[in-house]
């Protein structure tokens, strides 16, 4: 997770990692000295279960809900971090940790200025709100129209399927990508189900291709 997070996150180089952290890396990103700034911009991770992928996720979307730049939304617009999950169940799971990263921080508690099952809006030191938002996945991308997004994280989305059982994650990524604000990310972690879906396509495209 450490190795993860300092490459996808903190935008370190795996070439400039050492020793075991170096030998993560490979493992994680492929051969790889360096990583385009722009292949940061998606992270998807294929990883299994109990591994706390969604944990750790979920308070990247946090960070990001703090850290993004918001100067370019319109008066009175909101940025939006959505949680999609194939379920409303397990996308309120992920708002949960989020909730329990605030609740241990009084300075992240004096933000807080709506809170739900579904949703949570922060008022960052910025004057901007910063909501974080729990969907289910949907038929044709609804999921993620229509929204200045600071981040999104598609939560096991190899088993996204809309009301018909139709797969669907690749429609939802190709509806939130437009709304990425610069400095936001899609974060896309999921157990491993087939070969095919956004995920897969993704890691066989990226995995070690600088």
């Not at 051969?31 to 998807?44: C, F, Y």
């Not at 993620?144 to 669907?168: T, Y």
Request: hydrophobic residues 45%; aromatic residues 8%; proline residues 5%.
């Amino acid at each position: 997770q450490r190795v993860l997070c300092l490459v996808a996150f903190d935008g370190a180089e795996p070439g400039d990692l050492v020793g075991d952290e170096r030998e993560m890396a490979r493992t994680l990103f492929g051969d790889l000295e360096s990583v385009p700034p722009t292949a940061r911009d998606v992270v998807g991770v294929i990883i299994g279960r109990r591994s706390g992928k969604t944990y750790l996720f979920a308070l990247r979307i946090l960070h990001l809900a703090l850290r993004v730049d918001l100067s370019t939304l319109a008066p009175s617009e909101e940025a939006v971090g959505l949680i999609v999950a194939p379920d409303v169940e397990l996308a309120e799971q992920a708002l949960t940790f989020v909730r329990g990263a605030i609740a241990s921080n009084p300075s992240l508690q004096a933000l807080v200025v709506s809170s739900t099952t579904e949703w949570i809006d922060l008022k960052r030191h910025d004057g901007e709100i910063a909501s974080i938002r729990v969907r289910a996945a949907s038929s044709g991308g609804k999921t993620g129209r229509g929204k200045s997004l600071f981040g999104a994280m598609l939560d096991e989305a190899c088993f996204f399927h809309d009301a018909n059982f139709s797969v669907n994650d690749q429609d939802i990524f190709d509806a939130i990508m437009p709304g990425m604000m610069p400095g936001g990310q899609v974060l896309i972690p999921s157990t491993p189900w087939v070969e095919g879906g956004l995920l897969y396509e993704l890691w066989k495209s990226n995995y070690g291709v600088a």
